[in-house]
């Protein structure tokens, strides 16, 4: 049996805390009362909307193990008995995180990029999950708040930890890869994401470059090669504490090298050399860019020891998480309809990997492809630009019908035929009737937007008005 996550000396030791007196043993943290599981530490967040400090009592009555409030705002709580009180919640949490790092031997890795994190943490979960315990971030707890939570979660007996790193600002990834230590550091991409906080994309490169910094002496850097901004990537590996640095591509000097990548409508087929040595693997998913970053996995798990012929067995079993690809089956009368889910985020370089894979699904006749498209946020000057820049894409891909939402997607508007585009609109409210009258038997349908656009409507409202059903195959003629 393992042993409790926490325990009252072990919290009083890490954070200096004045404990309620009733002895703690904590199986769990959280920070979220509407998930909280029994048993977890309850850590009162004080954040941009609401106060954690509010939902104490309830956190207390779900079955939290105890509370870690502020002394601010302890005199005003009930269960004094049940409060572990600290001057300021938020670092307590990080030097809980900092301690739990210190008492684990897990083998750690850290992941960034512009895009692809999420994805890529949750393959590298899958495959190492194979072959020890492992411990990895939740959904996208990237920032200021996940990484320390997703250290003080992480169990003793961890053999793998595997930890997303986020940024929007320049010097955001420091003190997040200081506590995280890995012992590899991955970038998945440089792209013009969060561009409007930076004066160029070279600042983007600096500021993902920051996450070897953490790294723990002689760790590894992973680095992808066909990357425009390699070099200023690799220079900050450079100086460093890596011993060493792999690199993963379709570009010939790359260690992990895709010599071909197969994309389906429903799952991908790579034929990679890993330091020369021949390896072909399926991805149960589809998508180009999922395959570039599959190296990633490889790399990192090389350079961790792990077995590379399970890793790429595990790949077989990746899917695509909710709003990031997800697929789905609508009933339209006695026929279906395919609904790809991409609403959770969008950036020029998602975007264009979800017309990619739209483009790849088969269609029988008179079938049709179709987008419904919103804003691309915090592209700062060059937002106009790279909207219109889209065009290309949906060209390219086969696109039948735009469904555009927001001030910015006008640009794309304006750039292709008049007859492609169905509607455009200022909010994602505005399309649900107009996109589900449109959609029609075989069709094939992608929602992707910048999360503020709220393009998961358009996504509810399909399933609720056709039924949903989870599909591993894309709809043929």
Known sequence: MNSPLWTSDEIAAATGARLGGGFVQAT????????LEPGDLYFAIKGDVHDGHDFVATALEKGASAAVVSEEKAP???????????PDVLEAMRQMGRAARKRTDAKIVAITGSVGKTGTKEAMRLSLARQGATHAS??????????????????????????????????????????????????????????????????????KGEIFSGLEPGGTAVIGRDNAYFERMHAHAYASAAGRVITFGEHEAADIRAHRIIVKPDHSVVDAT????????????AGRHIAL??????????????DLALVALAFAELKPPVGRGERTIL???????????????????????????????????????????????????????????????????????????????????????????????????????????????????????????????????????????????????
Request: aromatic share 4%.
């Open 28 to 35: 769990g943290a959280s920070i979220d009362t509407r998930t």
């Open 76 to 86: 005003a709580l009930k269960d004094s008995d049940r409060l572990i009180v600290v």
């Open 138 to 207: 939740v959904a996208s707890y990237n920032n200021h708040w996940g990484v320390p939570l997703t250290l003080a979660r992480m169990p003793r007996e961890t053999t793998f930890g595997v930890f997303e790193i986020g940024m929007n600002h320049a010097h955001e990834i420091l003190p997040l890869t200081g506590m995280v230590r890995p012992h590899v550091a991955v970038i998945t991409t440089v792209e013009p994401v969060h561009i409007e906080f930076f004066p160029s994309l070279w600042g983007i490169a600096d500021a």
């Open 274 to 285: 890993v330091f020369g040595q021949p390896l072909t693997y399926k991805i149960g998913t």
């Open 293 to 306: 970053n599959s190296l990633s996995v490889l790399a990192a798990s090389h350079a961790l020891g792990a």
């Open 331 to 477: 009933a339209i009368g006695d026929s279906e309809a395919l609904l790809i889910d991409e609403s959770y985020n969008a950036n020029p370089a998602s975007m264009r990997a979800a017309l990619a894979n739209l483009g790849a699904v088969e269609l029988g006749r008179g079938a049709r492809r179709i987008v419904v498209l919103g804003d691309m946020k915090e592209l700062g000057e060059t937002g106009p630009r790279l909207h219109a820049e889209l065009a290309e894409a949906v060209e390219s891909n086969r696109i039948d019908l735009l469904f555009a939402a927001g001030p910015l997607m006008k640009n794309l508007v304006d750039a292709l035929p008049k007859a492609k585009v169905a509607a455009h609109v200022e909010t994602s409210a505005e399309l649900v009737d107009a996109v589900c009258m449109t959609v029609r038997p075989g069709d094939a349908i992608t929602v992707k937007g910048s999360l503020s656009m709220k393009m998961a409507l358009v996504v509810k409202a399909l399933k609720e008005r056709y039924g949903a059903s989870p599909t591993a195959h894309a709809l043929k003629g």
